[in-house]
Each structure stands twice: as C-alpha cells, then as structure tokens.
C-alpha cells in the first residue's frame, strides 16, 4: 500500500514545498499536474522542502487528462470542502494503493470533474462560516497520516532514539 499526494496545478511554491516535506517523511509519491504557477526551481520551493527534494519521488503530468490516463482504475480520493464525505470515515486500509488528489490553492479542483467523481470526494470538517479553506499543505499532511494511522505507519519508525535525545 503506499499513499500518493496528487496536486492539481498548484500556484504556491511554499505550499508545494512543505507537501514535498510530508512526502519525504511518510514515503509519500508527489504527483503534479501542470501547469504549474512557479518553475520546480523556485528558491521558495527548495527552501519550504529544505534539503529533502532528493529523497522524493516526484512525477510530472501534463494534464489532469494524462494523470487520470496514468492513474486507471486505482482508488481516488478527491479532498474538496464541498464533499459529503468525511476522510475518516473512508476505509484506506485494504491493501491498495490511494491517491489523494488536491486542487490549486485559488479555484480548487475542476467543477465538472469533481462532478464526475462526486463519491470520491472527501471532506476535513471545519467551520465554514469563519474559515474559506485550510492550508494546502496541513490539508495534505492530515489527510495522509490518516491513511498511514489506519494502515499501522507501515515502514515508519514509531521511536526513534538520537544521539542527542532529549528525553534519554
């Protein structure tokens, strides 16, 4: 089972950054669809990601035509505030690999294909009378870490022990 983190055009570098951050931590695909609004060489984007770009798998898609070619028939889990759909409520634990698709920080996901995937829609809930959106980049890092929870953090290290460890 492993967990991909799919970005729709995404426009902020640092958010795109940060995601990569999460990836490199949960083993975590990156897929982004272009257009992309900043090149892969933006100072922001090595500096939100720091120095863990290499250790990332990353995969460029034209489109969201050609990543939907790309993807098959494998799970897909759009994440939209208009989703009926609660993300904890879905079961990521069956042995197949799930794509978390998330869409560009200003517009989101394509209206007609979030229409056409109306049941793979998922939702974090928030109070959506003090709050537009939450944060791409906590959104994708929640979203995860609840698949890897329902999944036992399969290759993660649940201690860790440092040579400087502050609680030994």
């Not at 034209?62 to 897909?76: I, N, Q, V």
């Amino acid at each position: 089972m492993t967990n991909h983190i799919v970005l729709f055009e995404p426009q902020i570098p640092a958010n795109t950054g940060n995601i990569a951050r999460t990836c490199a931590a949960t083993n975590s695909p990156l897929h982004l669809i272009e257009p992309l609004g900043f090149s892969t060489d933006d100072k922001m984007l090595k500096r939100a990601g720091l120095d863990y770009w290499h250790d990332v798998n990353i995969t460029y898609h034209a489109s969201l035509e050609a990543f939907m070619e790309y993807l098959g028939d494998k799970p897909l889990h759009l994440v939209s505030k208009f989703a009926r759909h609660v993300y904890s409520d879905v079961d990521y634990n069956d042995g197949q690999d799930h794509y978390f698709i998330f869409g560009k920080e200003t517009t989101g996901l394509p209206e007609e294909f979030m229409r056409a995937h109306e049941e793979a829609c998922i939702r974090i809930p928030m109070n959506d009378e003090h709050v537009r959106s939450l944060n791409l980049s906590n959104t994708a890092a929640l979203i995860v870490y609840e698949a890897l929870k329902q999944q036992s953090f399969p290759n993660l290290e649940l201690t860790h022990i440092y040579e400087n460890d502050k609680l030994s």
